[in-house]
């Protein structure tokens, strides 16, 4: 059970997701968490480092979804000027969300990562159904009241876990 909480990379932010390393991976698809792992959840427009980040992918040939448990007003208005679909109201860690993303996509399980800061919902989700997970440190926006105190403190635990478990190179963490 524990093992499904465990991500297979951990990093300091979504930009040190390195595209190249991706590909050597595999990964062409993504399915990408919106507040705190792409947006801080209380900000209204992406940080231009940010934009940079996505559209260097999409130019690259990634396929990205955002899968959002968030209500489709806010994501729908982030993402239309990048033309990058997305799945809201997605109750992770929930399989649906997640293939519905996939089926937006045509993407298959070998070839999709899922990102997200949060273990019991993004991180969970993924390894539920086999895709490649990347936990990040999440953004410094305010966070919804059950987030803050339900899932960060299990986190904490489970984070303590996956430390003793990382072999570390350059700034991220390969969780074996
Ligand atoms: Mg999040």
Known sequence: MLQKLYPNMYVPSI???NPDELQKNGIRFLLLD???TII???ADQFAPEIIHWLQSLLDRGFKLCVVSNNNNMRVNNLLEPLQIPCVVRAVKPLRQAFLRAMELL???TAS???VGDQIFTDILGGNRLGLFT???VPMQGKEFWATKLINRRLEKLVLKRIL???SHKDKKYYVK
Do not use: K, Y
Request: no cysteine.
């Open 164 to 166: 003793r478990r990382v």
């Open 134 to 136: 990347i936990l990040v």
């Open 112 to 114: 999709t990562a899922v």
């Open 15 to 17: 930009l040190d997701i």
């Open 40 to 42: 801080p959840r209380d």
């Open 106 to 108: 045509d993407a298959d």
């Open 34 to 36: 919106l507040d705190n």
